[in-house]
């Protein structure tokens, strides 16, 4: 519209000047034939009047004078009238004249001395009048006096006024009918038909480009319309081709890679887009506190690390909370940007919400509820009512801005996690066609345990509302179906692992999800080697055995156990002392959350008294590095560890076990993780350990320290394995190919 405007802009203002010149000229005319009328029925009076006036004054009758005055004054529009003996002075004059004695007119002399009539516009009191003076003269030609008649002029400043009103009406009329006519000629010559490209553009963009979005216009544009139509055949042909091409190389490839994933979503999607949605974006604009400087970081996030590489495989569009302090900075109008910065492969398209939006829905009802009621670490759930409200909300403006970007038929949306529970219902109910899939990346926890959540109720009608819902492991299925069948009234299958509830079907399935694999080359970037030597000069660790944690700072980390564990290693064999260090990279989390914040303080208490106990010179055993930390800045640690300790009370999958060994392109270090991780039930080559147990958990380090080299390597050979065949993009592919397949003709 604004466009628009301005096209129409310049037109209005010429069409307004040329008709408020007009207007001018009209108004100046007809100014110009009411004075002469006003004129000359002036004149016309005075001589009327000329005669008697003359008997008066020679008879010097006073009576009859006073009497012509006051008869003239009833004449149309007369306003009075005034006669003067041959010296200028009033001898009768109008009773509503009366303060006519006193005015000052100089003119009058001159009209004595030339006897030639005269008249003029005058203000008398707070109107304007006009006064025409007519000498009257004798038979010789002697003056004897003159008359004045004064007329109104009120009826002449109406008339132009009621003129003016007129032309400005019809002006604004005149403006009203150009907009009006302008906007729909413009809507129907160029909006509809640049409309009609724009959209078919979309569908070109989304790959429905078939005959059912046809463009037919005419004249330029439809030359242009032509043209693209003959480019789209041409690709839709080339597109057949390509994804014929893709699964003849899927029926031949084994390991799954990014362009084995590429050729499914071809041979599966077309060339149909693939919506992703999550609270966690995968690129965020932030401020750096030290230099002041806007700079683009990769959140180290379980969810970034496994969804970001689906993306940039198959394309698509990722929709997520803006939370950067500059994110708003570089997003384009519909506020979306292209990412990697450097690489485009996908959309990022950020939802803005306000701070009490993000207390409510993240820090209250997704934090503080759902997640330690998902979680078997004896911390108790808090449930809000505000936050309640405010998770329901979000869930919306989310759900809103999804609606807003889906294509017309059939699209493909992949829900990521627990704050989204409610999403699928809600896209569903606008979009029946779309499917859907959620992704629960956390434990489903037994139905005893949820039912404790007072909108149990809600949340499992709103994951029903997806097609597919995908959990790690198949003891979190298990427990998402027995949870359902006792709260809800539904049918489950559990030999097709599939609810139906109000004649719609949700299937259930495991998906174990994994990691992006490293290349052997990756182990010879000298980046990565340099990097490695600065870190071990900058905290001295030549010569010594490096253990390495990598976690945001969350009690379900089982951060303190690995503290205390290796207080204790180190207290029953004091043979490590000076020659082990363990470095925890820790990543604050949920820092508004109290229970976080003490959580932080008490980490940072235990490791302080930790080190102090043990600490002899310049070493101390554990190097606490307390900071976000991107992926990139991970992965040195990664290869120089000589040993990984993951000791989750309680974990969903845990994918920094499956980084670990996905990075060890040498085959040494050893891994340590917890039994009660998703990650466990496929790394079955690591050492296992109960974090609960401490003595267990010491001599676990030990024992990984002591395994000899030969061991080491075929453990870690086995898990890469694993991991190589069991990556993300078969993780991706399997749920894709599951998509696919519920599609309705």
Same mark, same amino acid.
């Given at each position: ?69 006051? $008869? ?276 990022? $398209? ?31 759930? +808090? ?44 896209? $569903? ?29 809600? +949340? ?43 004649? $719609?079907?949700? +299937? ?84 508004? +959350? ?152």
């Amino acid at each position: 519209m604004r466009r628009v405007f301005l096209f129409i802009l310049p037109i209005l203002i010429i069409v307004s000047v040329a008709f408020t010149l007009f207007g001018f000229f009209q108004v100046r005319l007809e100014e110009e034939k009411l004075t002469d009328d006003l004129k000359r029925k002036a004149r016309s009076v005075a001589e009327s009047m000329e005669l008697s006036v003359k008997h008066v004054l020679l008879g010097n009758d006073l009576k009859n004078a006073n009497y012509l005055a006051e $008869k003239f004054e009833t004449r149309e529009r007369l306003q009075g009238c005034v006669i003067y003996d041959k010296d200028g002075n009033i001898i009768a004059l109008t009773k509503r004249f009366a303060d006519w004695k006193g005015k000052d007119k100089s003119y009058i002399k001159d009209i004595i001395v030339n006897k030639i009539p005269r008249g003029e516009l005058e203000k008398f009191k707070d109107y304007q009048v006009y006064s025409y003076i007519l000498p009257i003269v004798d038979d010789e030609g002697q003056l004897l006096g003159m008359v004045e008649v004064i007329h109104d002029t009120s009826y002449v400043f109406a008339r132009l006024t009621e003129l003016w009103r007129r032309i400005s009406s019809t002006l604004i009329i005149l403006v009203v009918v150009i907009f009006v006519l302008s906007i729909l000629l413009h809507r129907q010559i160029f909006a509809l038909p640049i409309q009609r490209l724009t959209d078919w553009f979309k569908f070109f963009q989304r790959g429905e480009t078939d005959e059912t979005h046809p463009i037919r216009e005419k004249g330029d544009l439809g030359k242009l319309a032509s043209e693209v139509e003959q480019a789209a055949l041409s690709l839709r042909v080339a597109r057949r081709t390509i994804s014929d091409e893709a699964s003849a190389r899927l029926e031949k490839e084994e390991t799954w890679t990014e362009a084995k994933l590429k050729d499914l979503i071809r041979a599966k999607l077309g060339e149909k887009a693939l919506f992703v949605v999550s609270n966690r974006e995968p690129y965020m604009h932030v401020v750096d506190e030290v230099t002041g400087l806007e700079k683009c970081i990769r959140p180290a996030s379980g969810v970034v690390t496994a969804i970001h590489p689906v993306l940039c495989a198959c394309g698509g569009t990722w929709i997520a909370h803006g939370a950067g302090n500059a994110d708003k900075k570089f997003v384009n109008s519909k506020d979306k940007l292209g990412v990697p910065p450097k690489d485009i492969r996908y959309i990022l $398209k950020r939802v803005w919400l306000n701070k009490e939006e993000e207390d409510g829905y993240y820090y209250g009802f997704s934090n503080e509820g759902l997640w330690p009621l998902c979680h078997n670490t004896h911390t108790r759930p +808090i449930f809000r009512e505000s936050d309640w409200q405010a998770y329901k909300k979000v869930n919306q403006k989310f759900a809103d801005s999804v609606l807003e970007e889906l294509p017309a038929k059939h699209p493909f949306v992949f829900i990521q996690d627990y704050h989204f529970t409610l999403l699928g219902k809600m896209i $569903k109910e606008k979009r029946p066609d779309a499917i859907i899939a959620l992704f629960w990346h956390i434990p489903w926890p037994t139905p005893e345990a949820f039912s404790i959540c007072p909108y149990r109720k809600e +949340i499992l009608e709103g994951m029903l509302g997806c097609d597919l819902i995908g959990f790690h492991v198949q003891n979190h299925c298990n427990n998402f179906l027995d949870t359902v069948n006792r709260l809800l009234e539904s049918r489950v299958d559990i030999e097709k692992f599939s609810i139906v509830r109000s004649e $719609k079907e949700t +299937i259930v399935r495991a998906f174990p999800i994994s990691v992006n694999g490293r290349s052997n080359q990756d182990a010879q970037d000298a980046g990565i080697k340099q990097e490695i030597d600065k870190i071990k000069k900058e905290f001295d660790l030549e010569g010594k055995t490096i253990g390495l944690g990598v976690d945001r700072i969350d009690y379900t980390k089982g951060i303190i156990e690995r503290v205390l564990a290796i207080d204790r290693f180190l207290e029953k064999y004091p043979q490590y002392k000076k020659k082990f260090v363990f470095i925890q990279l820790a990543a604050p989390s949920r820092v508004h +959350i109290k229970h976080y914040h003490d959580l932080m303080a008490e980490i940072d208490e235990l490791i302080e008294k930790k080190n102090w106990k043990h600490c002899d010179s310049n070493w101390k055993p554990i190097i606490y590095l307390k900071r976000h930390f991107s992926l990139d800045e991970i992965e040195p640690f990664y290869k120089m560890a000589d040993l990984c300790i993951v000791s989750s009370l309680h974990d969903g999958m845990n994918l920094v076990a499956k980084e670990y060994v996905a990075t060890k392109n040498d085959f040494s270090g050893a891994l340590i993780l917890s039994q009660f991780t998703g990650a466990a039930r496929e790394l079955t080559d690591a050492i296992q350990v109960n974090p609960y147990s401490i003595e267990e958990f010491a001599d676990s380090i030990k024992l990984a320290l002591q395994m000899p080299q030969d061991e080491k390597t075929k453990r870690m050979e086995k898990m890469r394995r694993v991991v190589s065949e069991n990556n993300i993009y078969r993780w991706a592919g399997n749920i894709i190919t599951e998509l696919t397949s519920l599609r309705k003709a």
